[in-house]
């Protein structure tokens, strides 16, 4: 049973661009979670999907979008990029018809913005 | 969801048991108590949650107060591999899809 995946590993971006990552839920999970951890701190809530629809979105700007296909995986697009939004960017997938609720995360994406 | 507090670090040596402890005094009655742990550069790992009753599962062991104001996490054995932060969440898990909000967790070191 594979888990939560997560591409790329690793990516390099200059500020100004546009990047967009990928989520693979856990089999049998149906709703994704994105959390982005800055160097030497705890992750971040940015926002779950649920049913293809954005369900909670943490203290993030308009910058950071997200979509969820039919199959529950999951894109993270984030525009504009800032020095700032370098940081390992974690997927967190869960099912809600399961009580109570666990998320399971991936390996993160490592994003660097130069 | 309620707020934590846990020390920012704790050493162990290899073979003993690990007790990480945590306080959440504000908590509610239909919050449970999450622990997962952060290997160096790696996502978050699920190692066990409760509501009321101690857990144990094959990670590790979940002791909550009868005051639910506090827990520990047991790891029986550590091991060197078990050094990670370790982070303890409490949250609402019903299906109404709740964000995760991570403290600053407890830096475990296991020593040779």
């Known amino acids: 049973d594979a888990g939560v995946t997560q591409s790329p590993t690793h990516l390099i971006k200059t500020r100004g661009q546009q990047v967009t990552l990928r989520c693979s839920p856990k089999?049998?999970?149906?709703?994704v979670s994105w959390y982005q951890q800055a160097l030497g701190q705890g992750p971040q809530f940015i926002f779950q999907?649920?049913?293809?629809?954005?369900?909670q979105r943490g203290n993030f700007p308009d910058r950071f979008s997200g979509h969820q296909f039919p199959n529950y995986s999951s894109e993270l697009n984030v525009n504009a990029l800032l020095l700032g939004d370098s940081a390992l960017y974690l997927c967190a997938s869960s099912s809600l018809a399961g009580a109570p609720e666990t998320q399971y995360f991936g390996p993160g994406t490592r994003l660097l913005v130069l | 969801d309620a707020k934590t507090t846990q020390p920012p670090s704790m050493d162990c040596a290899e073979g003993r048991a690990a007790n990480l402890p945590c306080n959440h005094s504000t908590i509610s009655g239909n919050e449970y108590v999450y622990w997962y742990r952060q290997i160096h550069s790696q996502g978050p790992q699920y190692i066990i949650h409760g509501l009321k009753n101690n857990e144990t599962n094959e990670m590790a062991s979940l002791i909550i107060t009868e005051d639910r104001k506090s827990s520990t996490l047991i790891l029986p054995h550590a091991t060197l591999r078990d050094t990670a932060v370790y982070y303890c969440?409490?949250?609402?898990?019903?299906?109404?899809?709740?964000?995760?909000?991570f403290g600053s967790g407890t830096q475990l070191t296991v020593l040779p």
């Open positions: 999907y649920y049913e293809e629809e954005e369900r």
């Open positions: 969440i409490v949250r609402v898990a019903d299906g109404s899809a709740r964000q995760l909000t």
């Open positions: 089999s049998g999970h149906d709703t």
